[in-house]
């Protein structure tokens, strides 16, 4: 058995903050946002939670596959931005979506997270062990952005999306993933509570750091060099494991970090930009978020139809990597 995508659902925050509002907390401008990012507003939460977030996105998602939340087995939640860490964001949405037969996990790739997790969930169900999975990426980078960091604040939005996958009788497809821990320096976010009463001293300096700056930090260069010499590495090994040729990718689904890294990756792998659809513009980056909630977003403006080949491919901290082909049921 192969897992293939039933429904899809997304959940974004309604507050927007537009480029214009960021000047109340850094010296910055609209037009050097849009010209280095192409972000020009992101929408962040007020009330809402990665769990709460998860939760309506989920529910949209079953809603689309017309599945009920009791059938579902599995949900991972893929998060690099937990409200809380126990019980697990996915035992949090499992509870209010009364999927009562769910096992549930969060994962944690960074940008590549959904991904990631897309990727886990196939695995459980060609193993035979699952057949309907819930998988889900939620981000509230707003609560773990310095807003006083221009370099980065500007950057990073909230949401969530999620895809349903059920198992059926089909062809394996393969898959893309890894990662460099030795490049991780170039974006960290410390969780401010690695300490015991009995001395630590390794990592008393990096505690230091984490409690004073539990904050995304980032060399913005080095990400962005790594992601456009990655990306279209990772798209040509992927297609060569599949056979398939770059014109038969109906739409290249990239995480949505910014307009000039997928204009990048565009022109390197050689294939019409029109083929990497963007909503970056509206959203800004929400990490593990983004490939989903552009998903559902394609899916429900009607754009992906049965047969439709996708590549979704997520890249960014760890430094981590992944990428997958989705073939449209
Ligand atoms: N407004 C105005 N000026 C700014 C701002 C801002 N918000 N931020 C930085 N600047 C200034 C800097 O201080 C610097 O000024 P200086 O020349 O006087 O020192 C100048 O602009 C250039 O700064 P750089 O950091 O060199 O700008 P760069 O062209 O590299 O653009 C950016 C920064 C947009 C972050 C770019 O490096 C990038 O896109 N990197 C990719 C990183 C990314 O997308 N990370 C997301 C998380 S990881 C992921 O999702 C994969």
Redesign the pocket.
Known sequence: MIAVIRGTGSYIPPRVVENEE?KNY????DT??RE??GIERRHVVTDDTVASMAAKAGRAALENAGIQAESLELIIVSTTSPTQMIPCNACLVQKELGAVNASCFDLNA??SGFVTAYQTACAYIESGLYQKILVIGSEALSCITDWSD???????GDGAGAVVLAAEKGKKQESVCGADGSMGDA?TLYSGYLSNPFGTPVQEEAVADGRKNAF?R?D??A??R??VRKVPQIIEELLQKNNLQKEEIKYYIL?Q??T??VEAVAKRTGQPIGKFPMNVQEYG?T?SASVPILLDELCRGGKVRTGDRLVIAG???GLTWAASVVTWR
């Open positions: 960021l850094i010296e910055t401008s050097w946002i280095r990012t960074a940008c221009r370099g980065t604040c500007i950057l990073f974006l995304v980032m913005g260069q990400i962005f790594f992601a995480h970090a910014n000039r890294i980056n990490s890249f960014g901290g």
